[in-house]
């Protein structure tokens, strides 16, 4: 029996013991996904009860093995996107969570229409007036997952990214140290970069918030109009909002459109000033930069990681391995971010004697 | 001595294989498509690294011998494998000196810069040319 009808068969057991009711399950695919989980689609056809009529469905499943370690399970990832949406986040609805699918775990969440490929987002031209309104969108979207009360389904106990006595930052360069620790490779560029985070450290945020943890174009599904819903919860955390703020503008994530700082489709400035307006804080340009040049650090290693899943056989995969050539467009853009900065230093010094 | 075509020009005519007739056939699985664009952008990569890899490495194991020691070392090693076995051990010692912070300021960030620069410079030259060619109209447009 395949692996479709061996699916399919568990799936419908299983979905008629959730909806107490006679199921019919038809249109099961495999469809692309993340790269640390299977990701299926599949309509639902329940025949009476609570859950009775026609349901377009996601189901994902773990493929083992992940990115970061601090990737999240499903349960957990479960039971974020079950307290964003409560919270007006617009996300998939979530539908059930299976705690054993043929010996794994799978989630069940509402299948939306939308487009979440970033570059088609940024090059199509059928996506004209979507890139006219993604930042303003982005940016309200960004503040009601800041503003998710913390204290639902225990988000704040089951999500990783506070380690006692250090800031979010100091907990994420320590991320940052002990992956490439792993990865076993001398990256100059990147040891560059992690001791000019060591010595520029913001004070803590005024607040510790949900972060999504992967938020920019590319984990948006996009339709004509724009933003539909916000997808690909499996690093959300806990810990600083520029840590969110920063990461469309990573270079990677501008999909060859390095003149849009903004996710290869506009200017930051909407996208900030919707999430000010939304979440009443001030976005602090210091601390932009800083985790700006956090993410790209961040991204060059996840790209370092996924050779890594590559060389060492656990995910032997082309894409992977291709990844390990890439990742000097990463290094590139983290110098030219310390050269900024260096200029800006300098620039402080020389001024400094007029002021005082 | 092998019979032409030789190994760039075989990699050569892969790579247009993958990418200009066997990509267009795959209109109908966008997936197994892109993958085919990827392995033919690898072999792109490999026919620039065949061509122009082993100088750019002796150029890079002689400017960190002179930033690392103070000087040129006479001769870099001979062989291609130890050549790289001794790149990337000085690269490795760069990376720890960092560490230590020879790079935090002055003289030293200035020196380690330059070759960083240089060097990431040269990893994409080999690895995505178009990158560069970009990033240089973006660096003119911002003046």
């Not at chain 2, 990418?19 to 792109?44: H, K, Q, Y």
């Amino acid at each position: 029996m395949s692996i479709n009808q061996k699916l399919q068969e568990a799936l419908e057991i299983s979905l008629a013991q959730q909806t107490r009711s006679e199921v019919r399950l038809s249109d099961l695919v495999l469809i692309a996904g993340g790269s640390s989980q299977e990701t299926w689609r599949l309509d639902l056809w329940v025949a009476e009860g609570t859950w009775q009529g026609n349901h377009k469905l996601i189901l994902r499943r773990p493929l083992g093995g992940a990115i970061f370690q601090q990737a999240l399970d499903l349960q957990r990832e479960f039971s974020t996107i079950t307290a964003a949406v409560a919270g007006g986040v617009p996300s998939p609805k979530p539908y059930w969570l299976l705690e054993n699918l043929l010996g794994y775990p799978a989630t069940l969440v509402e299948r939306l229409e939308g487009e979440s490929i970033g570059r088609k987002i940024a090059k199509e031209p059928y996506f004209a007036e979507a890139r006219r309104q993604l930042p303003r969108q982005m940016g309200e979207a960004i503040a009601a997952i800041h503003q998710v009360d913390l204290t639902a389904h225990r988000l704040a106990e089951i999500l990783p990214g506070l380690v006692t006595g250090q800031t979010p930052a100091q907990t994420r360069r320590a991320q940052i140290e002990a992956e490439l620790e792993y990865i076993g490779e001398p990256h100059p560029v990147l040891e560059l970069g992690l001791r000019w985070l060591h010595q520029n450290e913001p004070p803590p945020p005024d607040q510790i918030v949900l972060v999504h943890g992967d938020y920019r174009v590319g984990n948006v599904l996009v339709n004509q109009r724009g933003l539909v819903a916000v997808i690909d919860w499996e690093f959300a955390h806990v810990g600083d909002y520029a840590e969110d703020l920063t990461y469309p503008l990573v270079r990677e994530w501008r999909f060859g459109f390095d003149h849009l700082h903004f996710g290869g489709i506009g200017s930051p400035e909407a996208f900030f000033e919707a999430y000010s307006q939304s979440t009443g804080r001030v976005v602090d340009p210091a601390r932009i930069f800083y985790w700006e040049l956090m993410g790209n650090v961040w991204w060059a290693i996840g790209m370092l990681k996924q050779v890594q899943r590559h060389l060492r056989g656990e995910q032997p995969n082309l894409e992977f391995a291709s990844l390990g050539r890439r990742c000097a467009e990463m290094e590139f853009e983290i110098l030219r971010l310390l050269k900024i900065a260096d200029r800006k230093e300098s620039v402080c010094k020389t001024a400094q004697p007029a002021l005082s | 001595m092998q019979d032409r075509p030789t190994s760039p020009e075989l990699i050569e005519t892969v790579a247009q294989f993958l990418n200009e007739e066997l990509a267009p056939a795959l209109v109908s699985d966008p997936r197994m498509r892109f993958r085919v664009l990827i392995a033919g952008n690898i072999l792109n990569i490999l026919s620039r690294e065949i061509a122009e890899g082993e100088p750019l490495m002796r150029a890079e194991w002689a400017r960190l011998t002179e930033l690392l020691n103070g000087e040129t070392e006479p001769q870099p090693p001979v062989h291609p494998a130890e050549l790289y076995q001794a790149t990337a051990a000085l690269t490795h010692d760069l990376s720890n000196r960092i560490r230590a912070g020879e790079a935090d300021s002055g003289a030293g960030w200035e020196r380690i810069m330059a070759h960083l620069e240089k060097t990431t410079r040269e990893k994409l030259q080999i690895a995505n040319p178009r990158f560069l060619e970009r990033d240089s109209q973006l660096s003119k447009q911002e003046g």
